[in-house]
């Protein structure tokens, strides 16, 4: 891709916020262009659609909130205090999403606007995310932190599909969240989670 750090950055940024705010279907790759002072010619030089840009922006801003978060392997939520963990990376987490307004973008994307394409970029993300969830479930269970009495492929479907329903949530209703009221959320989701997956 000929394009400087700099204004790929501008274009990731920009695609981002129209992603997210018109759905991919509705998303104006003319405004897109426009509103990084590109000529058509100039950005089918670099990408040779809107699928193309839209995998580009999931890769950039996955890759950036990947190396932001530094998230810990798996297995090592089987040595010491597992709960204490997970706060840890949720807290991480929400110090991260909270700092930069181009991970809401991402969320969005992520989920309410991908393309009908079911191999795009977006969903390989959320695979990963599903899958290093799964094997935090799993090094809980094998840690004893983890309830044993259900199957380990519904607990990770579970813990996925709970995570990702309060990040969504959250996403959408950050605005209107005080701040001084966000730990407590992050404290009452933490105690779901914990209710539902420790074990009794």
Same mark, same amino acid.
């Given at each position: 891709?000929?394009?400087?750090?700099?204004?790929?950055?501008?274009?990731?940024?920009?695609?981002?916020?129209?992603?997210?705010?018109?759905?991919?279907?509705?998303?104006?790759?003319?405004?897109?262009?426009?509103?990084?002072?590109?000529?058509?010619?100039?950005?089918?030089?670099?990408?040779?659609?809107?699928?193309?840009?839209?995998?580009? !922006?999931?890769? /950039?801003?996955?890759?950036? $909130?990947?190396? #932001? &978060?530094?998230?810990?392997?798996?297995? @090592? =939520?089987?040595?010491?205090?597992?709960?204490?963990?997970?706060?840890?990376?949720?807290?991480?987490?929400?110090?991260?999403?909270?700092?930069?307004?181009?991970?809401?973008?991402?969320?969005?994307?992520?989920?309410?606007?991908?393309?009908?394409?079911?191999?795009?970029?977006?969903?390989?993300?959320?695979?990963?995310?599903?899958?290093?969830?799964?094997?935090?479930?799993?090094?809980?269970?094998?840690?004893?932190? !983890?309830?044993? /009495?259900?199957?380990?492929? $519904?607990?990770? #479907? &579970?813990?996925?599909?709970?995570?990702? @329903? =309060?990040?969504?949530?959250?996403?959408?209703?950050?605005d209107t969240i005080p701040a001084d009221q966000l730990t407590a959320l992050v404290d009452?989701?933490?105690?779901?989670?914990?209710?539902?997956?420790?074990?009794?």
């Amino acid at each position: 891709m000929a394009i400087t750090e700099e204004r790929r950055a501008q274009l990731v940024r920009t695609a981002a916020r129209e992603f997210a705010g018109s759905g991919y279907q509705r998303a104006s790759l003319n405004a897109i262009i426009r509103d990084c002072g590109l000529s058509k010619s100039s950005f089918y030089n670099i990408l040779d659609s809107k699928l193309a840009l839209y995998d580009l !922006v999931v890769t /950039d801003i996955s890759r950036q $909130l990947s190396r #932001e &978060l530094d998230l810990p392997a798996p297995a @090592t =939520f089987a040595d010491g205090d597992f709960w204490q963990k997970i706060v840890d990376v949720i807290v991480t987490l929400t110090q991260v999403l909270t700092n930069d307004d181009v991970y809401a973008d991402l969320a969005q994307m992520l989920y309410d606007t991908q393309p009908p394409d079911e191999q795009n970029e977006a969903a390989r993300v959320l695979a990963s995310a599903s899958q290093w969830i799964s094997d935090v479930v799993r090094a809980g269970r094998e840690a004893g932190a !983890v309830r044993d /009495d259900l199957p380990i492929s $519904l607990q990770g #479907e &579970l813990a996925f599909t709970m995570l990702r @329903t =309060f990040d969504e949530w959250s996403v959408n209703n950050l605005d209107t969240i005080p701040a001084d009221q966000l730990t407590a959320l992050v404290d009452a989701q933490l105690a779901a989670l914990r209710r539902l997956f420790a074990p009794a």
